[in-house]
């Protein structure tokens, strides 16, 4: 079952920020959050995951709360080509449950011109 | 990273036939996996396909109605049998475990509608 929650639905105008807020109020102290997005008819891709500090790649920010029961996702300058649905995914993160993931409903980001 | 094929892209087949996906991988990966996404749905894990042994099916799913196959660390298949229209929804592969690697990579996924 997943164990996170979204929003459904959130929108960003084309070169402002999106921030992502995910809820994982239940998650244990060696589960790690990950996000994957969904662009429309594709398979999921990967973009970023952490533990309990703070991560930045050349896609992405994870801000993760001090309780971990929380993060946001950070898109710094949206583009229309980020509009998909995003998927925040709490999981072991090694071995066998890499790629076991429970997908939650995840929210439709829209980036409008 | 892991580029993924897999084949059919899209299919419509009647109902009570079976049809079988194809999944290639262009490097040996420890782990494979099926999902469905019905439609208007997220996805949902299937199975993890196992190298040399059964797969290992999730609750909801079954060998006799999914099938899989994994013979070597770099391809599997997965059949929908006996299928009918709730059948109708997209397929994907996934991959993980590569030397190195912290995600899943996903394949584009297989179409299928049942009528």
């Known amino acids: 079952d997943a164990k996170t929650t979204q929003p459904p639905s959130m929108d960003c105008a084309e070169g402002r920020a999106a921030n992502l807020p995910c809820n994982h109020s239940?998650?244990?102290?060696?589960?790690?959050v990950y996000w994957y997005r969904q662009i429309h008819s594709q398979g999921p891709q990967y973009i970023i995951h952490?533990?309990?500090n703070n991560e930045t790649n050349e896609m992405a920010s994870l801000i993760i709360t001090e309780d971990r029961k929380s993060s946001t996702l950070i898109l710094p300058h949206a583009t229309l080509r980020d509009t998909a649905v995003y998927y925040c995914?709490?999981?072991?993160?090694?071995?066998?449950?890499?790629?076991?993931?429970?997908f939650g409903r995840g929210t439709q980001l829209t980036v409008w011109p | 990273s892991a580029v993924i094929s897999q084949k059919p892209s899209r299919d419509i087949c009647q109902r009570g036939t079976s049809l079988t996906i194809q999944c290639q991988v262009d490097?040996?990966?420890?782990?494979m996996f099926w999902y469905r996404q019905q439609p208007g749905q997220s996805l949902t894990l299937i199975a993890t396909?196992?190298?040399?042994?059964?797969?290992?099916?999730e609750s909801g799913f079954v060998i006799d109605k999914f099938p899989i196959s994994r013979p070597n660390l770099t391809f599997s298949t997965l059949t929908v049998s006996n299928m009918s229209p709730e059948d109708s929804s997209i397929y994907l592969c996934?991959?993980?475990?590569?030397?190195?690697?912290?995600?899943?990579?996903f394949g584009q996924g297989t179409r299928l509608t049942v009528v």
């Open positions: 996934s991959v993980a475990g590569q030397v190195g690697g912290t995600e899943a990579f």
């Open positions: 239940t998650i244990s102290g060696n589960e790690y």
């Open positions: 952490g533990l309990k």
């Open positions: 995914i709490v999981s072991l993160g090694g071995g066998s449950t890499l790629g076991r993931l429970y």
């Open positions: 490097s040996q990966v420890t782990m």
């Open positions: 396909a196992n190298q040399g042994s059964e797969a290992t099916y």
